[in-house]
T-cell receptor
Framework: KAGVTQTPRYLIKTRGQQVTLSCSPI?????VSWYQQTPGQGLQFLFE???????NKGNFPGRFSGRQFSNSRSEMNVSTLELGDSALYLC?????????????FGPGTRLLVL | DAKTTQPNSMESNEEEPVHLPCNHS???????IHWYRQLPSQGPEYVIH???SNVNNRMASLAIAEDRKSSTLILHRATLRDAAVYYC???????????FGKGTHLIIQP
């Protein structure tokens, strides 16, 4: 079974631009979560989607948004990019949401904002 | 608030067992304990999880204290490929995703 895939793997943008990242979960997985990883803040939860609905959102500004499609694929969007948005963005999928569920992570998209 | 406490780093020798401790003194009865690890330049990888009793899988064992305020991840025979940052995560019911702390940087010496 193929793992979680994320596209693109690397991205360079300039301040003020917007970016869209894509995540395809493992086949059969309906829950998708997004995380941001930076050297200073570590791994931080962005949001979680299940059945096309956002269930939870982390402590990030409204510039960060996402959505999930009927095939469970998910996208996240960051508008008006700032230098501090440079990070590794990770997507994880699980069968369903829940404290006992295992999340499977993709390789991430590395975003550099200049 | 990561809700767990782990040593910043640990060092072990190849082919020896490794015991990675985690303190979660404010855990509630329905919280699960998950362990993930992150190898260099990769996304986190699930290792093991449990609720009350000890758990074993092909990667590791998880020993949970009787009062559930601490747990230990056991790698039975470490290899160089086990060098990674190990995260102990307390997952609450209805939790907002996984709350990662700083983890333990495990160094394996050949």
């Amino acid at each position: 079974k193929a793992g979680v895939t994320q596209t693109p793997r690397y991205l360079i943008k300039t301040r003020g631009q917007q970016v869209t990242l894509s995540c395809s979960p493992i086949s059969g997985h309906r829950s998708v979560s997004w995380y941001q990883q930076t050297p200073g803040q570590g791994l931080q939860f962005l949001f979680e989607y299940f059945s096309e609905t956002q269930r939870n959102k982390g402590n990030f500004p409204g510039r960060f948004s996402g959505r999930q499609f009927s095939n469970s694929r998910s996208e996240m969007n960051v508008s008006t990019l700032e230098l501090g948005d440079s990070a590794l963005y990770l997507c994880a999928s699980s069968t369903t949401p829940g404290a006992q569920e295992t999340q499977y992570f993709g390789p991430g998209t590395r975003l550099l904002v200049l | 608030d990561a809700k767990t406490t782990q040593p910043n780093s640990m060092e072990s020798n190849e082919e020896e067992p490794v015991h990675l401790p985690c303190n979660h003194s404010t855990i509630s009865g329905t919280d699960y304990i998950h362990w993930y690890r992150q190898l260099p330049s990769q996304g986190p990888e699930y290792v093991i999880h449990g609720l009350t009793s000890n758990v074993n899988n092909r990667m590791a064992s998880l020993a949970i204290a009787e009062d559930r305020k601490s747990s230990t991840l056991i790698l039975h025979r470490a290899t160089l490929r086990d060098a990674a940052v190990y995260y102990c995560i307390r997952r609450e019911m209805g939790a907002d995703g996984l709350t990662f702390g700083k983890g333990t940087h495990l160094i394996i010496q050949p």
